[in-house]
């Protein structure tokens, strides 16, 4: 019996009737991949605790019956992240990354970079040296240059004025035109996210040069605001399909600063 041997990170996992699991991988080798993990639920020795959410596997698939769903005939693990699963926020941040890219990748397209970039955020994230949510500014702005829909930063999208040319301090988000409008076309902005030109910059900066030194970027309060609330509208926009896992991020981070708050008084 031939079969796929590669990388892998557990996106997720359902169950298949009584005893089987539906396991969605992002291969290193063949991309997004579901394969069917027979008897995973019912023998705990066929898998012992190995398909667990963003762990870093080594695969074998093979081939289903007449072209059915590939089996996962065996899963080593190479790195549990047991630290972010033991977290509620570092698992909720992880959740959303790991759904960005179950919806937007199609079956069986390869995508090395974004392979990268998505173990070594968990990677970062499970050190928990820097903040997670610049880890999620990295994580979707590197993705938006990879998935092609990089925002134009560079100047307002209906005038064409440069950034350093706008007068005002702050622009206006248009995920739709994929980049930003001057206060002057933006007109009334309604529900789209103002973002000042100090923010712009840096989210410009994580985006360039070697991932290992990106996450260094200094980001100021204002700026990991902004960003996020740029990037979590922007993002969804662009893959045409907002994550369920975004609606318990957000439930979770105001539950968090209610009580950042409630204990500074
Ligand atoms: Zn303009």
Redesign the pocket.
């Known amino acids: 019996m031939t079969g796929l041997s590669t990388p892998a990170i557990l996106l997720r996992r359902i169950d298949f009737g009584d005893f089987d699991l539906i396991v969605t991988l992002f291969t290193l080798i063949q991309g997004k991949t579901s394969a069917i993990a027979k008897s995973a639920k019912k023998s705990v020795r066929r898998f012992p605790g190995v398909l667990e959410p963003f762990s870093r596997l080594d695969v074998v698939l093979t081939q289903g019956r007449r072209k059915g769903m590939p089996v996962l005939q065996e899963a080593t693990l190479e790195e549990p992240f047991f630290n972010i699963r033991e977290d509620i926020v570092k698992t909720v941040y992880a959740s959303y990354w790991a759904e960005i890219i179950y919806l937007w990748m199609a079956e069986g397209e390869p995508h090395e970079t974004l392979y990268q970039l998505i173990t070594h955020v968990l990677g970062e994230l499970n050190r928990g040296e820097t903040p997670v949510e610049v880890l999620s500014i990295l994580f979707q702005m590197r993705f938006m240059s990879i998935a092609g829909f990089r925002p134009n930063f560079d100047h ?6 440069g950034l350093d040319q ?1 007068r005002h301090a702050t622009v206006i988000s248009d995920p739709a035109k994929g980049g930003i ?2 206060p ?3 007109g009334m902005a309604g529900d789209r996210v103002h973002l000042s030109k100090g923010t712009l910059k840096q989210l410009a900066w994580i985006d360039r040069g070697d991932l290992e030194h990106a996450a260094r970027v200094r980001f100021t309060p204002t700026a990991i605001a902004e960003g996020l609330d740029f990037l979590e509208a922007f993002v969804p926009y662009h893959i045409g399909r907002t994550p369920k896992s975004l609606g318990v991020l957000r439930a979770i981070r105001k539950t968090i600063h209610g009580k950042r708050k409630r204990a500074h008084r």
């Open positions: 307002c999208h209906a005038c064409k004025t706008i409008a001057c002057t076309c933006g």
